[in-house]
């Protein structure tokens, strides 16, 4: 398996931006479709945005789209998670997911998760 570790959370102001890193090592990184999730208390852990090995295949939560931007860097083992217009329904821990296979990686039944890194919004 694949171990990731995710970075870059913190406290943003609503409307303002954030850049998560996922970190991977353990086997070769551009083998794996990369994705995101977040889970908010009390809420089920939702699908946030997947990419293809290669990076030219995108998929994107309905309660995101237009506003992250999923992407990914082979030469580094790293997959990033671009955020804009932050509101307050964005608050999160937010984890990084790992899968051979792009329609696994959007789905709870993942190979690989992350530990998460949290996301506050403040109004």
């Known amino acids: 398996q694949v171990q990731l570790v995710e970075s870059g959370g913190g406290l943003v102001q609503a409307g303002g931006s954030l850049r998560l890193s996922c970190a991977a090592s353990g086997r070769t990184f551009s083998s794996y479709a990369m994705g995101w999730f977040r889970q908010a208390p009390g809420k089920e852990r939702e699908f946030v945005a997947a990419i293809g090995r290669c990076g030219y295949t995108t998929y994107y939560g309905d309660s995101v789209k237009g506003r992250f931007t999923i992407s990914r860097d082979n030469a580094r083992n790293t997959a990033y998670l671009h955020m804009n217009s932050l509101s307050p329904g964005d608050p999160a821990v937010y984890y990084c997911?790992?899968?051979?296979?792009?329609?696994?990686?959007?789905?709870?039944?993942?190979?690989?998760w992350g530990q998460g890194t949290q996301v506050t919004v403040s109004s």
């Open positions: 997911a790992a899968d051979p296979s792009l329609a696994r990686v959007r789905s709870p039944d993942v190979a690989s």
